[in-house]
């Protein structure tokens, strides 16, 4: 890496740990949203020494995560983090990405292949595979019109039977119609929602917890269908 483009990328992780008025308004809203719900609020965690750990695709060694919570909605429990991040665009200038993240645990433990629902249009996603290659496109059988105009689908090409089956298009046309523009990573029993909006408002963060546990128990319930 060139030295003015590390120094640079220094400066700008710096200014993620002391964040500022607008982080702290996030932080406020989340704060909000949590003890409405009844959920506990950490703050910021370490995702090198706390057990608190939001996982997913966004996972970096130079992530920072903030106000941190979790408890329990319609019976799954859900994490929320505000996560940062410096990554280096394609000029190689460092870019600050912020992803307000929900994690949600499957009840059913099943061998549910690693998908990702990127929204057409958002490049914030992009340099994310590249240092995963193993995620292709991969387009569903009788996906509807409505989520192919909205959504990329990136999986491992080899499950596309389980895909099909756990996304069948009923579920492609309400992930269309109600996630959009959030993004959708199911990753080790786990379903994420992810947002790029710079401003969380109690409708878009009710939405992301709603969504998540619908999504949640869709795919426990298509977990538990037998299969031939």
Partial sequence: MHPRVKLAAAKARAAIVR????????GRSIRRFSDALGFVYFGAVDPRRDEQVVRGLTVSATHKDFHYSSGAYEGYEIQIVDRLDVAL????????????????????????????????????????????????????TDAP???????????????????????????LRIISAHFWPLAVEVYQNSVYIYSL????????????????AWLAQTLDDESEVPTD
């Fill in 89 to 140: 665009d394609s000029k190689g200038e460092p870019v600050r990405r912020q992803w307000l993240i929900m994690q949600t645990s499957l009840a059913v433990k099943g061998n549910i292949p690693h998908m990702f629902i990127k929204p057409k249009g958002q490049s914030e996603y992009n340099h994310l595979f590249q240092a995963l290659t193993t995620l292709q496109p991969v387009h569903p």
């Fill in 197 to 212: 909006h710079p401003k969380l408002t109690t409708h878009l963060l009710e939405t992301m917890v709603k969504n998540s």
């Fill in 19 to 26: 964040g500022g008025p607008a982080q702290r308004s996030r």
């Fill in 145 to 171: 019109i409505e989520f192919t105009d909205h959504y990329e689908l990136y999986s491992h090409l080899d499950y596309l039977y389980d895909i099909d089956r756990l996304l069948p298009p009923a579920v």
